[in-house]
């Protein structure tokens, strides 16, 4: 059976520029796009919960899905206690207001590794999750949370990693292609390259490609890691988005692909088009 990939943007497409969330998921549908991420990388912004479930509303009317990007400002590796109470509480907002939006998985940048071992962050992080976890299904919310494949060598979330923590708490992660262009040196540039982390990923648990959180974009890197996102057929980049494509759909890849390219929908177009050509 063929599964279902859904193509969005993140963020309000430009063609509703400035006109609010309903909008933006409305021009999403006429656009003939079925998703879009909630980016939260700022702040939540989406304060009043009625406010929220008017977009929920708007949302299964369009009959699209949502993700949510966190608040880039969260360290669940924190030393201080101040500050891992506050990235816990930003991550619940995040959480808790995407999940009355109807979004269905919540992107985050999880921790930084400092000098610590993996074991020890990713106890902190599960220890996290399930706090969060605790007060949202007092809610009957039922979103997940998501740590990423990590842009920056600083950053916690290998592959490994971020599946690792999905297994043990309710099953969310978020691949991001472009993070892992920019932490290998560039390398994305054949099928090959892209066929062998869906083979890996697949291998950890056949489950995992059935309903995949994916973000993509063009982007630029330094021997540190991401520099700066761009379009996917930028010159500056040379992530293969062709032969990634392709390797969605030899893969029967389902779930919500998220283009985080500054050409929002044109890029977002861009795949699904392709995808379907195939
Ligand atoms: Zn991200």
Known sequence: MNRKL?????GIPLAAEGKGLVKGIQTIKELGLEAM????????YIKDENKAREVNEARKKAGIRLS???????NLNAAKKETMDASIERLYLACKMGGLCGAESVAVHAAFRHADESKKI?????????QIYEKLDAQQIKIKIAPEFAGKLSQWGSLEEVMNIAHETRGGWC???GHAHATSNGSLTTREKFDHILEKIEKFDQNYLKDLHIQCCGITFTEKGERYHTSFDSNESTLNWKAMTESFKAFNVGGICI????????DALLLKNYYESL
């Not at 859904?6 to 993140?10: A, H, K, L």
């Not at 283009?259 to 044109?266: D, L």
Request: some cysteine; aromatic content about 12%.
């Open 6 to 10: 859904d193509f969005g943007p993140s």
């Open 37 to 44: 991420e909630l980016a939260f990388v700022q702040s939540v």
């Open 68 to 74: 949510v990007h966190a608040p880039y400002y969260i």
């Open 122 to 130: 990713k106890e902190k992080i599960v220890n996290a999750c399930n």
């Open 175 to 177: 691949m991001d292609f």
């Open 259 to 266: 283009t985080e390219c500054p050409g929002q929908e044109k």
